[in-house]
């Protein structure tokens, strides 16, 4: 362990009590780190066996329900009937359902079409048929009993698969391109590093009480969502080194969003799980656990800056000097993998769109049967809630794509079923407001009918993000037209659901947050009216080329509303 003092202090002035480890703060300050040095998240797993699974919901402790269990992708889903005007009025026990949320590990997405056909009949077994593609390229279910839980873990395990560090205060799935390894402008595939660390550090009892969630993307292209990680390397080629990546730290969204900072070091790839441990032990030892709003790494990165940052884990952790490095490239546009495209083998990928990452097991047990006949056996979840299927010959590209439509997975989608993606929503999460999901295949209904004029003028497709709550995990303020759910008052006077709207955010070439119109909000009754008058006014006022979030910065006012 750190000592109480040590090289990176000198100089800067530590806040007292944040509860950092490295600072001799040790004692819990609050009941989540109590619970966690009570009883190491992980040991979780074997009362869920040999209680919980026998003795039914009633029989689990408080503690392991609404803490532990996260450890292992549970997640206690709301229970029907709870408006949104109560979400923050009730207490957990007045929220909980007596059925679980669960989450499957696809670290980089990847997934067999064996592992994507088990994950279906689970779905069909025991989850209702559920299954949502996530924007953390994984599988989440509904409906889940405690009572099943076991033998869900036992069919995903035989596959090779699992839920361990799913959520929680813990190293969650690591995120990687859909398209790694084969990508024709892939700059290196990070997958061999993606595997070390799984195997190395996933299940480590030395990561799994961490201040907060600790979220990573490992990308040779910039397709991951690298800017609002934890910790990302991005593929950039050295100009004396040659391929690696570009390290980034500190990013995240939520009610504190920050764009993560490049540290200025180029790590090669067998060096990436070394340095990755590097900076998880930072966030470990310094990280803010006296209040969770603050415990993420962005705190700590905003408090530091990267300079210090990068000196800590160098001279603290890894013990050397890392290589200063080149910035990667930024794309012309957001690369979501829709439609096909040639491999650098000869063979295809093709991308497909559900709508907001609305899927169901039995649709997966499809996917997987056509992706067999297509000749492939592998398949990738997107960042972008969307799904790809590998190694394709030309010649079965068609008929794929005839069956993916038939599933409504469309390869040659509308920009609005394109460009939606929602989270979970009051259906399921006990943080929401708003309802989500339903309102978006709603508003990409209406859409696709009332602006098919405009299709081939408003440039790449406007993305739509919807989300039920301030916590932002369908990455609203990134959107080019984010929606975050609130209760707000109609022209009638009535408390409905509805919007706070935030226009012009993004990633890559406008990485930013977008502008909230001044006091502007949007009834759920509203919002497809709203979209379609904004999405017009871009569409009248653009110059050639101008993107979306472009046209934002210098619209007036009266054009946002």
Request: charged letters at 25%.
């Amino acid at each position: 362990m750190v000592p109480p003092t040590t090289t990176s202090q000198r100089g800067t002035k530590q806040r007292r009590g944040e509860g950092q480890w490295a600072l001799g703060y040790r004692e819990p300050l609050n009941p989540n780190e109590r619970s966690k040095k009570d009883d190491n998240p992980l040991n979780v797993r074997a009362r869920i066996e040999n209680i919980y699974a026998h003795g039914g919901f009633a029989s689990i402790d408080p503690a392991d329900l609404r803490g532990r269990f996260r450890w292992y992708g549970l997640y206690t889903q709301r229970k029907p009937g709870i408006d949104g005007g109560r979400t923050a009025t009730l207490e957990p026990e007045e929220l909980d359902d007596e059925f679980f949320m669960l989450r499957v590990r696809s670290d980089g997405g990847r997934l067999t079409t064996e592992q994507l056909r088990v994950l279906g009949e689970v779905s069909q077994t025991y989850a209702r048929d559920t299954a949502d593609i996530t924007d953390r390229q994984n599988i989440q279910y509904h409906w889940i009993r405690i009572e099943d839980v076991p033998a869900i873990w036992q069919k995903l395990e035989d596959v090779g698969l699992t839920t361990m560090e799913a959520c929680g205060d813990s190293p969650r799935v690591v995120l990687g391109s859909p398209v790694a390894g084969i990508a024709v402008d892939e700059v290196v595939d990070g997958s061999p590093a993606i595997d070390v660390i799984l195997e190395r550090y996933i299940g480590d009892p030395a990561f799994s009480n961490l201040p907060r969630k600790f979220k990573t993307a490992i990308s040779g292209l910039p397709d991951v969502a690298h800017e609002i990680h934890d910790i990302a390397f991005v593929g950039v080629d050295h100009p004396e080194h040659g391929p690696g990546f570009d390290l980034w730290v500190g990013g995240g969204l939520s009610t504190n969003p920050m764009i993560g900072k490049r540290l200025g070091a180029w790590v090669p790839r067998d060096e990436v799980p070394d340095v990755w441990a590097g900076v998880i032990s930072v966030f470990r030892d310094y990280g803010y656990r006296r209040l969770r709003h603050r415990a993420r790494i962005k705190f700590l990165v905003a408090d530091w800056g990267p300079e210090r940052f990068r000196e800590v884990l160098e001279t603290e952790y890894l013990k050397r000097t890392l290589i200063d490095g080149p910035a990667p490239e930024v794309p012309a546009q957001p690369r979501d993998h829709i439609g096909v495209h040639r491999q650098k083998d000869g063979l295809f990928y093709v991308g497909a769109a559900p709508i907001a990452g609305r899927v169901s097991g039995s649709t997966l047990v499809e996917v997987s049967k056509a992706v067999e006949r297509a000749g492939s056996g592998r398949v990738r979840l997107t960042p972008q809630q969307k799904l790809v299927v590998l190694d394709v010959p030309e010649a079965e590209v068609p008929a794929l794509q005839g069956d993916l439509a038939k599933l409504g997975l469309q390869t040659e989608p509308s920009p609005w079923r394109r460009g939606v993606m929602a989270c979970t929503g009051i259906e399921f999460c006990k943080l929401a407001i708003v309802e989500t999901k339903a309102r978006a295949v709603d508003l990409v209904s209406t859409l696709e009918k009332e602006l098919a004029d405009v299709v081939g003028e408003i440039g790449s497709p406007v993305s739509i993000h919807i989300n039920g709550c301030p916590n932002s995990c369908a990455r609203i303020q990134t959107a080019d037209i984010g929606l975050k759910g609130q209760i707000v008052t109609d022209a009638d006077g009535n408390q409905v659901e509805g919007f706070q709207v935030h226009l012009g955010g993004g990633l890559g070439l406008d990485a930013g947050f977008g502008r909230k119109v001044r006091g502007h909000k949007v009834t759920a009754a509203e919002l497809s009216g709203y979209v379609e008058r904004v999405v017009r006014h871009y569409v009248a006022q653009r110059t050639e080329g101008e993107r979306f979030a472009q046209w934002v910065l210098r619209a007036e006012e009266g054009d946002l509303k």
